[in-house]
């Protein structure tokens, strides 16, 4: 695993638990507004973690933590992510994975394992727009709806996510959206929080009220939507 940080204790990344946070490098999207940009352009300017020296730290903090989040960058380009998480879940935490979907056969190996406990997907737009969001011209589609089954039949806990973004984001993107996932999805719409690793500057996020508007949206079709760390 090419891990590039840790956040040691949070209480944001895993609803429900305390957790610790692993960061893995590199990604197969350049979405315009990610705010981990360095560790997807830039991966080998970190220190490199070892994975003993997550371990070790999860180990010292059993009393508190119960669970690890893991994410990115995209965690499933990491080509030991699998055993990875098949030791977190011996030393007898939750695990959540963080995705963006691309990469559905790792993820079907990880449902069939029965290794994970949580899955968060990011949604980057509706599917009109879904290139403009990632940074990737010729975007497979298929991949994405694949993951979206897969999360969606999988029997385990689950979101699915978009950070909302002015510049990027219109209303036909949650009209889409509307009709891509399943009824009984839980879906969260995020605020889009500008920092200077964002590397389209012109972006911007939309007000409460904007936000609101598109979850109305989307209610339409699918109940159980929410606002994500919005001011």
Known sequence: MNIYGLNKTTLLDYPGRVA???????????????????????????????????????????N??????ITGGEPTLQEDLIPFIRRIKEIGYAVKLDTNGYNPDILQTIVDEKIIDYIAMDIKAGFTHYAKAT????????????????????GLEH??????????????DFEEIATILPSDSNYYLQSFKYNDCITD???????????????????????????????
């Open 135 to 154: 940074g990737v011209a010729n975007i497979n589609m298929q991949l994405i709806k694949r993951s979206v089954d897969i999360m969606s039949t999988s």
């Open 201 to 231: 500057k012109s972006l911007d996020s939309f007000s409460r009220e904007e936000l609101e508007h598109f979850a109305d949206i989307v209610r339409t079709k699918i109940p159980n939507v929410s606002l994500r760390g919005v001011d």
């Open 20 to 62: 610790s946070t692993v960061f893995t490098g590199r990604c197969n999207f350049l979405c315009p507004f990610c705010h981990n940009s360095d560790l997807v352009l830039h991966p080998d300017a970190f220190p490199l973690i070892t994975e003993e020296e997550v371990f070790n730290h999860l180990t010292k903090r059993h």
């Open 64 to 69: 508190v933590l119960t669970g690890v989040c």
């Open 159 to 172: 979101e699915f996510r978009t950070t909302v973004v002015k510049g990027i984001h219109t209303e036909s």
